[in-house]
């Protein structure tokens, strides 16, 4: 269940200080990239760095990160059983992700790190993470509508929750591509506050940022890629300038294409899951911002080569199925519609029904083959495989469903 607000998890970390400092980040996509970039380039320094992003990816520890290392199993389950025992002995009644992001605070704490770049679960003024008080920079990403039965109907009212990581004294890098009315918004924020903002964007990186600028030109990278790192990079200076004054932000940058962030646009080869030796593309757009920007790597990159692609895709429930595939889905595409199976620790969290997902891919005017694949996720991939042959797959909808993808491949090679 989902309860939003800071007096449990503020009950359940107030006998333990946090002793670490914090980068936090909020924003409806790119939040994950920005913290993969921020943890990399922080521990190439030498900074002992933390990382707690949400949703996990295989099992329900690897969310939290010591020096780019996944924490120990064994670690994890000690901290979180004292978190459950400190819950149930006061009488809290944390949600499961208060009690994980008490746990990943305390895993900071234990493991002595110096930094600890966390991003925000949902929302962002009353999600649990907000209860950081000693932050070096305040990042906020690209915006867009989602999660509105939490957040707001409106662009605007989700900005402002958003926003609501903003603190005072804090400086904040805000993404400068975002629509006028999340902008403004944020402005209104910052003002009323009174705090230092920067407002990054790749068309004003020649201005902000010459050396990332430089960058762009010799690397093939996406848009909203660019973006992401405009907003990292202008974190990473802000964040050094306070705690290695002497180090150079730009001189890590080299080191961005070291960063893999799984299931955006991540091309992976799903031997031995099937028998194809071609790459499959596997991205965890769930949202129509996230969508279009899938759409447009598409466009690009697979379509130029193909007639038509083959996907796989699944829903959480309650998410904007058209918005989402109807217009990255052509005429001609082949469709398994498929489900996730159950998130650990997040029971909440149910899958679209796979034959009402079929209805809405069936809208579309001209559109191939489409197949739905009700529980078992493998022969929906062994479907895609065998229509598409040699041709483009691409396995999209839900990070959840990533999640199933990579859990489905690690058991296959053990």
């Known amino acids: 269940m989902i309860e939003l607000g800071l007096s449990r998890v503020a009950r359940l970390l107030q006998q333990t200080p946090l002793t670490w400092k914090a980068i936090h980040i909020a924003g409806t996509n790119g939040k994950g990239s920005i913290s993969a970039y921020l943890s990399h380039l922080l521990s190439t320094t030498g900074v002992r760095c933390g990382r707690f992003t949400s949703p996990h990816l295989i099992d329900r520890w690897d969310c939290i990160t010591i020096g780019e ?16 025992q400190r819950d149930e002995k006061l009488g809290i009644g944390a949600s499961e992700f208060e009690l994980l992001t008490a746990t990943a605070f305390e895993i900071f704490n234990h493991e002595q790190v110096e930094v600890g770049v966390v991003e925000v679960g949902m ?26 039965a939490f957040l707001g109907s409106t662009i605007e009212e ?26 403004e ?32 030109r010799t690397l093939d990278l996406e848009p909203h890629q660019q973006e992401n790192m405009c907003c990292a990079v202008s974190a990473l200076h802000l964040a050094l300038s306070k705690i290695r004054p002497l180090v150079d932000a730009f001189s890590l940058l080299p080191h961005l294409s070291d960063v893999k962030w799984p299931g955006r646009l991540e091309n992976i ?23 279009a920007v899938l759409g ?21 429930s309650g998410k904007d199925l058209a918005g989402v595939f109807c217009s990255i889905i052509r ?16 029971p909440w969290v149910t899958p679209t029904n796979a034959t009402e997902l079929s209805s809405t891919v069936r809208s579309i005017s001209g559109i191939g083959q489409v197949e739905s694949f009700e529980g078992d996720l493998l022969p929906a991939i062994q479907w895609a495989s065998k229509i598409a042959q040699s041709g483009p797959i691409v396995i999209a909808g839900s990070l959840y469903l990533v999640s199933d993808v990579h859990r489905l491949l690690r058991d296959a090679r053990q």
């Open 69 to 84: 290392r996944v924490v120990q199993e064994s670690l994890f389950r000690q901290i979180e059983s004292q978190v459950k």
């Open 123 to 148: 929302g962002g003024r009353l999600d649990a993470t907000n209860i950081l008080t000693d932050v070096l920079v305040s990042v906020i990403a690209k915006i867009g509508m989602d999660h509105q």
């Open 158 to 183: 989700i900005a402002r929750e958003k926003g609501g990581i903003l603190k005072p004294g804090v400086p904040s890098v805000i993404d400068n591509t975002n629509e006028t009315a999340v902008l």
């Open 185 to 216: 918004t944020l402005s209104s924020r910052v003002q009323e506050l009174g705090i230092d903002a920067m407002f990054v964007s790749p068309d004003k990186a020649d201005e902000q940022l010459p050396p990332l600028a430089q960058l762009f």
């Open 269 to 291: 080869n799903l031997q031995p899951l099937i028998n194809r030796t071609e790459p499959v593309l596997l991205d965890g757009a769930h949202n129509p911002q996230s969508a």
């Open 296 to 316: 447009r790597y598409i466009d690009r990159k697979l379509r130029p080569t193909s007639e038509n692609v083959t996907w796989v895709i699944a829903a959480s």
């Open 331 to 346: 005429p001609g595409d082949n469709v398994a519609t498929a489900e996730f199976g159950p998130v650990d620790g997040m």
